[in-house]
């Protein structure tokens, strides 16, 4: 994966627009957050192979950026995107990796499902 | 106190390197005795968070690099039956419990083990850990109470010593020091960080730190205080 380029990213991006997609989403605080600090509200969210189409897809901000993806009837987006990779099976992989190096959030876009 | 000697022990975990740190001691101890030894692993940890900055992995080829970390582990032990159950990350407590059960079930038919290990009930923090304790003390409670293999299971809650007591079972595995180093090394992708605060702290003399590579402690489970009445 490499720093998000916001000119190659939203090329990438829109590449994708007006076609059926599958995505992955998802954001976490991890599984222990709660355990180590009692005081943290432990919380999370995964889609993975739901199936949308978008008409248009913008990435926006300063690192980390979000990136929002507007269909006919509502929205998809993810906050604090910080890297990406076009993989070799093309699928473009979006991720927020905080200064840890924990993955704290992920956008990813395929025309084929992902592996289960 | 002296580890006994099992016919086989099974030992059910739901992610790659949940063995390394409570039990890969153990493990090799019965492997090196030429015990039979089972690891089924219910996932491949593909939820793993501990990717770097810059990372080294995606959401995609995650998978794979912690199954090779697994199977580096395995080597590490001496242990050369592993079975991967093909679950996914952090799901497992969705599955469908009956189905859970019979995995258990199956697992135990086939091994018939005299030692199972797994996680405590209500005591083990991860809902996929959870899950796992879960179906393994089902599977079990449904044997005839003559026939059920010993029962260890790993607790580490914060309220565990409250509610539990100190551990009634404890393996002074120190002869396993580098069989177990190499077992925490194989998963480095999800271990390099506790790794480095180990030797940060043996470095500055804490003994404390020694524990890992010292005894590794499990609860006898407490049939007569069954987590659930019944399933």
């Keep these: ?116 | 106190m002296t580890i006994q000697s099992e016919r086989h022990v099974l030992v059910v975990f739901p992610h790659p390197d949940d063995e390394a740190f409570g039990v890969s001691g153990t493990i090799s101890h019965f492997r090196q005795e030429g015990t039979p030894v089972t690891y089924a692993c219910l996932t491949l940890g593909e939820m793993g968070r501990n990717l770097g900055n810059p990372p080294f992995a995606t959401r995609e080829s995650l998978p794979e690099i912690r199954k090779k970390e697994l199977q580096a582990s395995a080597k590490a032990m001496g242990l050369d039956d592993l079975r991967m159950m093909g679950l996914r990350d952090k799901t497992v407590e969705f599955e469908d419990d009956e189905e859970m059960v019979q995995m258990m079930t199956t697992l135990i038919d086939e091994t018939n083990p005299s030692l199972v290990i797994t996680f405590y009930p209500n005591y083990a923090v991860h809902p996929d850990h959870e899950a796992t304790a879960r179906a393994v003390v089902r599977a079990i409670r449904r044997m005839d109470a003559a026939d059920r293999p010993k029962l260890y299971a790993v607790a580490f809650a914060n309220n565990t010593v409250d509610n539990l007591g100190e551990p009634d079972v404890i393996h002074d595995i120190q002869h396993m020091r580098d069989a177990k180093m190499g077992a925490m090394r194989a998963h480095i992708s999800q271990t390099a960080w506790m790794l480095e605060e180990m030797d940060k702290r043996l470095a500055e003399g804490e003994p404390e730190a020694e524990n890992w590579f010292t005894y590794e402690r499990f609860y006898t489970y407490k049939w007569n205080q069954d987590f659930e009445e019944s399933f």
Excluded: C
């Design chain 1, 1 to 116: 994966m490499e720093l998000v380029d916001v000119t190659t990213l939203q090329t990438h991006l829109s590449s994708f627009e007006n076609e059926a997609v599958y995505i992955h989403l998802e954001t976490t605080n991890g599984a222990y957050a709660s355990h180590f600090n009692e005081n943290v509200f432990n919380s999370g969210a995964f889609v993975r192979n739901v199936q949308i189409t978008y008409e248009l897809a913008k990435v926006v901000g300063e690192s980390p950026h979000r990136v929002g993806l507007k269909m006919t009837h509502g929205w998809v987006y993810a906050q604090g995107i910080t890297h990406f990779e076009m993989d070799n099976e093309g699928r473009l992989l979006m991720a927020g990796h905080d200064q840890s190096g924990k993955l704290a959030v992920a956008l990813q876009i395929s025309r084929t499902p992902f592996s289960y």
